[in-house]
């Protein structure tokens, strides 16, 4: 199993946590569904397709650098039957970050996504998780081969979690709709390093990117 890496920026980001309601929150990384819908428009794959086209293959990210969270006020217009309400909801955007993006699976599908983009160029061009947060750069990054680890540098479910590894790290836990465990927490490291109970595909780029299948969580792209 091989991998294709991609380097992504964007001025703005903001892929929306699953729960919330009240207040819109983000993940600060894409999850494994939101990568694939990344690829997706670099490939021209109908977002209703991705889970087909996608069947077998892994997703991940990992976060670069960032400029930091920041909350916004967003204006809202709801119409409800004769009735249209107005408000103002506080959202929560990741300003100007940059992300390696990693899709990996059988090494001829692999070199056939990577050899279309590298020969085509972007069908699409993907979004930060909202269309009006548009991408600033894209860079293909090659490839590098899957290997069995503990050491991951980007997300995995709570329940999978042995521990911080690092002395020094920066985190966020939040809920996804995955297939893991009853528990929906995902840890989401901005900085540092978990250990994990067992071994799982990751892809060494600097970091250790952890990649999940798809079929492991609710399409939500």
Known sequence: MKAAIVSISFYEAFFKVHYT???????????????AGIFGSMLGVDREDLKVEFKDLYFGAALKNYDGIIVENETFIQYKGAKVEKGVVRAQVINHPSYLLVMAGGDAKINQYYNFL???GLVYLPYGGQNDFFVEDISLM????VVEGVLVGNYAPQDMVERIESKE??????????NYSENPNFYFMLEGTLRLKRPVKTVEKGVNIAVFPLEMFKLVC
């Open 118 to 120: 590298e020969g085509r």
């Open 21 to 35: 309601k009240g207040f819109r929150l983000t993940y600060p990384l894409p999850l494994p569904t939101s990568v």
């Open 169 to 178: 790290a920066v985190l966020s836990i939040l809920p996804v709709m995955h």
């Open 142 to 145: 090659g490839f590098s081969d």
